[in-house]
């Protein structure tokens, strides 16, 4: 029997109307429902179902995201976990099944999410009828906005009644929890519901709304054009690999001389191309079929996934550093280059699969992160990025088959192709670094903070350059050339290129006194876990309750300080700019001050809020006045690792839950006091808690309009207070 369930939460709208905005409550765009598809005898599919309203205008469409959301880590994946059951066995994972849209943030990367409906399945054999019980939480956004999360996982039930036998009776009792959670907020009372986000053809709404014209469909395919390209330079940069570059004067050779004809040595070579390109491209389409649309780019945002490359990749570039190599069995190539002949298209096929072979110790490091990349492009990632690497590695041959005479000025190959295969074991360690940072960014391990990592990097890119200069030698290495005096000498190439390395590092050492990075942001740790930023002890390793342990010093905000300054964003810092944590110890600065009060309701993972401080805070006319004229309280909504004590929990109305944690607090004061609950949202009050701005800002990157707006409320704050 198929049990549907309907969650609603109370949401804010943001609408522009004449140049300011206001705040209405809404419901939640998301439809969440269950069902038990029975497949066999004993074997079914449970399903959670995710349904989103749909609306018009693009920039207003909300999104859940994937169980693996990619990006740097900060956006909220959608989790659905069953609980255990004595007559159910789950077959590994939920998978997804909807059409998965990778979206460029600009700020926090490349994030997976589903915009008009999405399956979750878990595959499972049920013994008899049973009541399954579970939890699913999740986050919902749109380009503006995203609204507050389920704060606690929900709870939901199947039952299942076509298994066979007789149902516990603790199964086929109702779930009172479950019941009161999973109820309609619709029906609560103390809750104002408005309409949907409006269609384009509101002229209000049409007028006001932000011009951001940016839709989901153009980063798709701007990032599968990028794979391609970058697919492509790898499969370049493959080509002068020893195991590549020698190949490619042996092999054409052999088809030009033991060709009857030129036509037809060059026909063969062509042929010898495409087999590589058939080869790498077969590769990508079989991965995609195997593994599936999301495998691969689940593996590259699971926290062991990521452990496991970062050992790989270590591994990979301590090879190429001359440690050891790694070769695949010989058995492998004995028998492709048994059945390698040059009288049919399936000889020259088996060349190049021996080529693909023997070579794997040179590509493997360069197609390895290049299937994990090319696992955020779905079903088409994987086959058009082995389509671009391969075109690459064959181009050389083909293009040396078609005019045989370059073979004559080709550089023989020799000790600049070891130094190249060094250089690129030193890349390798510079992106295992980037795994181990994205599992510690997961999990909170905190190992690999921002400035750590920046060093690391740094290192190797000095040591990068003092390697081309010819300063830094390898067991392996060959005897630097001499000039006519007999002096050892640098060629300009290698010069140039040792200038790029010292300068990327020379450009990367500020980042570990706080600079943006803005460059590099998307590879770096974020700003977040910059320890000087940051201070004290993480969040996770925070005490259950912090606000007990606080003392009141004069001249700065206190409460909360030393869990909250690790989420304080890069530009606030380097502002100077003074933020409070807590309402009430806002409003104690403000009397004191004698300035307005701009609370700031933020969230840990929203990215708007980010794109509102990057790209409006960080101006010089805007961060003037903030630090100038106003109190600014940063209240995170979905903080909820912070837990109040008992004393201070309380039952809210508006939220319709228990107020137990900060970030709870901080969203009812937002619903009760100002009827919103989105973020990022900005209200003004005075000293004693009176609106200063009856409507408030949302998500809005014009600087003109904002520094109005700023000057608005101060202008009335003066009028209040002469």
């Not at 479950?178 to 384009?200: E, G, H, L, Y």
């Not at 301590?318 to 069995?329: H, N, R, V, Y």
């Amino acid at each position: 029997m198929v049990k549907a369930v309907k969650v609603a939460l109370v949401i804010l709208l943001s609408l522009f109307v004449g140049g300011q905005s206001f705040a209405q409550m809404v419901k939640n765009p998301t439809h969440w429902t269950f069902e038990a598809k029975k497949i066999s005898a004993g074997k079914y599919q449970l399903i959670v179902h995710c349904k989103i309203d749909q609306v018009e205008k693009k920039d207003m469409q909300f999104h859940v995201f994937s169980q693996n959301p990619g990006g740097d880590g900060t956006s909220k994946p959608t989790e659905i976990k069953f609980a255990k059951n004595d007559k159910v066995t789950y077959e590994g994972k939920p998978t997804e099944k909807g059409k998965l849209i990778h979206f460029d943030t600009e700020v926090a990367g490349i994030i997976n999410i589903y915009e008009d409906k999405v399956d979750f399945i878990q595959k499972a054999t049920i013994k008899g009828n049973t009541k399954i019980t579970g939890t699913y939480f999740y986050q919902t956004c749109n380009e503006h906005m995203c609204l507050p999360d389920p704060r606690r996982p929900v709870p939901f039930s199947i039952d299942i009644t076509d298994a066979g036998g007789t149902a516990d009776a603790a199964d086929t009792k109702p779930d009172a929890n479950t019941t009161a959670t999973v109820a309609s907020p619709d029906t609560v009372k103390n809750i104002a519901v408005a309409a949907a986000p409006p269609a384009s053809n509101d002229k209000n709404a049409t007028q006001s709304a932000t011009t951001d014209t940016k839709n989901t469909t153009t980063p798709e395919k701007t990032t599968l054009l990028t794979l391609f390209l970058l697919a492509f330079v790898g499969g370049l940069a493959a080509v002068l690999t020893p195991c590549v570059y020698s190949m490619i004067p042996i092999t054409v050779s052999f088809f030009t001389k033991r060709s009857k004809t030129r036509k037809e040595g060059i026909r063969n070579a062509l042929y010898y191309a495409l087999s590589i390109v058939i080869i790498f491209t077969v590769l990508g389409v079989a991965i995609s079929l195997i593994f599936g649309a999301t495998a691969l780019n689940a593996l590259s945002t699971n926290w062991i996934a990521n452990l496991v490359f970062f050992f790989v990749f270590v591994i990979f570039g301590i090879s190429f550093l001359g440690a050891f190599e790694i070769t695949l069995p010989s058995s492998w190539t004995n028998a492709t280059d048994s059945r390698a002949g040059v009288g049919s298209f399936s000889g020259i096929f088996f060349m190049a699969l021996t080529l693909a072979i023997v070579s794997f110790s040179c590509t493997g490091p360069i197609i390895g992160p290049l299937l994990v990349e090319a696992g955020k492009g779905g079903i088409a990632g994987p086959a058009l990025g082995m389509f671009g690497f391969s075109l690459g590695l064959s181009l050389p041959f083909a293009l040396f088959a078609v005019f045989p005479g370059m073979l004559n000025k080709i550089a023989s190959s020799g000790g600049w192709l070891n130094q190249i295969k060094v250089v690129l074991g030193f890349v390798e360690l510079m992106f295992a670094l980037k795994f181990l940072s994205n599992a510690d960014l997961s999990q909170g391990w905190r190992l690999l903070d921002r400035e750590i990592f920046i060093a690391f990097w740094v290192v190797l890119s000095i040591l990068i350059g003092i390697y081309l200069l010819g300063k830094l030698k390898l067991s392996h290495d060959d005897e630097t050339p001499k000039n006519i005096y007999g002096q050892e000498y640098v060629s300009i190439f290698k010069l140039f290129l040792a200038i790029g390395f010292f300068t990327f590092a020379v450009y990367l050492i500020p980042g570990m006194w706080g600079a943006p990075l803005n460059g590099v942001s998307a590879f770096v740790p974020p700003m977040g876990t910059f320890e000087p930023f940051g201070g004290g002890a993480s969040v996770g390793g925070a005490p259950a309750n912090s606000a007990t342990s606080e003392t009141k010093s004069e001249g700065g905000p206190v409460k909360y300080v030393a869990d909250m300054k690790i989420y304080e964003p890069q530009v606030v810092r380097s502002l100077g700019l003074v933020t409070y944590f807590d309402y009430d110890e806002a409003v104690a600065a403000s009397k004191k001050l004698k300035k307005p009060i701009m609370l700031d309701f933020t969230g840990i993972n929203c990215v708007n809020c980010r794109k509102m401080e990057s790209q409006v805070w960080s101006r010089p006319e805007v961060a003037k006045r903030l630090k100038e004229n106003f109190v600014v309280a940063s209240l995170y909504c979905d903080m909820n690792k912070i837990v109040l004590p008992k004393d201070q929990q309380y039952f809210s109305k508006d939220l319709n839950a228990q107020v137990e944690t900060l970030g709870d607090k901080n969203a009812d004061l937002q619903a009760a006091k100002f009827g919103s609950n989105s973020q990022p949202f900005y209200f003004y009050v005075d000293e004693n808690g009176n609106k200063l701005a009856e409507k408030g800002y949302s998500y809005d990157p014009d600087e003109a309009k904002f520094i109005k707006h700023l000057d608005d409320v101060v202008a009335n704050y003066k009028k209040t207070h002469p």
